[in-house]
């Protein structure tokens, strides 16, 4: 009996843990460690396993889309050092003061142009955190809401091109990555969209939520700086990042790694042309990439630790039990998928959940045929974006939240992990509400790629 509890106890542990001071990355690890040897004392986890740490880690090193991390980490970086994201910062924040909470929709935007330019998760929260959270706290709003706001609009590059996942995806279903680019494009923005609807009328029910400049403060800030070179200042460089990034991408002109590298060269190249390259700016700027990427790659190592243990001991058996014992339906199936996927987004990491789930079931829907509801053609680029979706939830419930403890490692010491949870709740059930519509209208993935492929 304790041994089918181990799976429960590691669960139980880490998330004890979690709220302690020690950095997420070793909790993950020494709980993985901890659990294993238990493990081998009753038989159920050798010993000699803990040598297939190493070659899953060296993964990531053998990877030419994760070698992207780093690239899109620097361009992030410099990105901030030549203010051009403070600065499209300010020009969204200047159009949308008037607007009932204003900085929050700007960070949502924000949160999509983000996407378009890295398709980097971690980059993107990272980034946001440390330009948006100071002037939202600054300006009065509720932390929970601030820190929610930034999690889930950096989660948005999971959908909008270029996306890593998308590609991983692209790769291990039988699809064209063009294609589901095509198609995550209109349910990215309708995410976005629900994220604004929210963050408007939680403005308007709840104004101290998201303090509202008054029409007298905007006048003066209006008349104080110049909305046109503010604009031109702010829009004009992400939009040649974007077009470098993500226009090379959907060109098929260069794969996701060399357009991190475009991406990293014209952030570079932006930041030499507006002077903030000198006093020893790009030395720091690597040295801070280079604590960032370390920070990311622990968190990795810690989480592929932590679910080899778990699986290990039996973590995902329930999983395999409810397939095989259940007798369902192509929408049973279907929502079984979905459902599990949300589900192994509190215990694994995103790659962690591709490698297992799709395997598992993407062979199986694939094939089901839904009828008039949706041509069977289009069922695995339907089932792609569904994943892809549901998977943004994974960056945000705990335990395995990596963007929560991205926030965390770079927000002010201030900032609670509590206040990271409560933040993210209303969030992951717009998520989940997206993942219902597209469910409900295939349309929403269909419609941009046939209009662009079909002859």
Not at 137 to 157: D, E, K
Not at 238 to 262: K, R
Not at 301 to 317: C, K, N, P, Q, W
Request: glycine content about 10%; proline content about 7%.
């Amino acid at each position: 009996m304790i041994v089918d509890l181990l799976p429960l106890f590691m669960f139980v542990t880490l998330m004890a843990l979690v709220f302690t001071s020690y950095p997420i990355g070793f909790v993950l690890g020494g709980t993985a460690a901890l659990f294993g040897l238990i493990g081998s004392l009753f038989g159920v986890f050798s010993f000699v396993e803990f040598f297939n740490f190493a070659p899953r880690v060296w993964t990531v090193a053998e990877n030419l889309q994760i070698i992207a991390v780093p690239l899109f980490v620097f361009m992030g970086v410099m990105l901030e050092r030549s203010e051009i994201a403070k600065d499209l910062l300010a020009a969204l924040q200047l159009l949308l003061r008037p607007v009932p909470g204003g900085i929050a929709l700007a960070v949502t935007l924000m949160g999509v142009i983000f996407a378009a330019i890295t398709g980097v998760v971690g980059a993107s929260v990272i980034v946001l955190t440390l330009i948006a959270l100071p002037p939202m706290l600054a300006a009065g709003y509720r932390p929970s809401l601030a820190l929610g706001v930034i999690a889930a609009s950096s989660t948005l590059g999971i959908l909008i091109p270029p996306s890593i996942l998308l590609v991983f995806l692209g790769e291990m279903l039988p699809m064209s990555v063009g294609f589901l680019f095509a198609g995550a494009m209109a349910p990215g923005l309708l995410l976005a969209l629900l994220y604004v609807l929210y963050i408007l009328i939680l403005a308007l029910v709840d104004p101290a939520a998201a303090p509202r400049a008054t029409a007298a403060e905007a006048r003066l800030d209006r008349a104080r700086e110049p909305v046109l070179p503010i604009l031109v200042r702010g829009i004009l460089p992400p939009a040649a990042l974007i077009v470098l990034v993500m226009g090379s991408i959907l060109t098929g002109f260069v794969t996701i790694t060399e357009s991190a590298a475009v991406g990293a060269a014209g952030a570079l190249l932006l930041a030499a042309a507006r002077g903030k390259m000198g006093g020893g700016a790009l030395a720091e700027s690597l040295t801070r990439s280079t604590m960032i990427i370390g920070m990311i790659f622990l968190l990795y190592i810690g989480a592929t630790s932590f679910a080899y243990v778990f699986r290990s001991l039996g973590g995902d058996e329930v999983i395999e039990m409810s397939i095989a014992a259940g007798a369902f339906g192509p929408w049973g199936i279907l929502i079984l998928a979905i459902g599990t996927i949300f589900v192994m987004g509190f215990f694994f990491d995103v790659l962690e959940i591709l490698l297992i789930a799709v395997p598992l079931f993407g062979p199986i829907v694939i094939l089901l045929d839904f009828g008039s509801h949706i041509p069977q053609p289009d069922v695995v680029y339907w089932f792609a974006v569904l994943v892809a979706i549901t998977l943004q939830t994974s960056f945000l419930t705990p335990p395995m939240g990596l963007s929560l403890f991205y926030i965390k490692g770079v927000a002010p010491p201030s900032i609670a992990m509590r206040q990271i949870y409560a933040g993210i709740v209303p969030f992951v059930c717009l998520q989940l509400l997206c993942v219902g519509l597209v469910l409900a209208w295939p349309e929403t993935v269909l419609y941009l790629p046939h209009l662009l492929f079909d002859p």
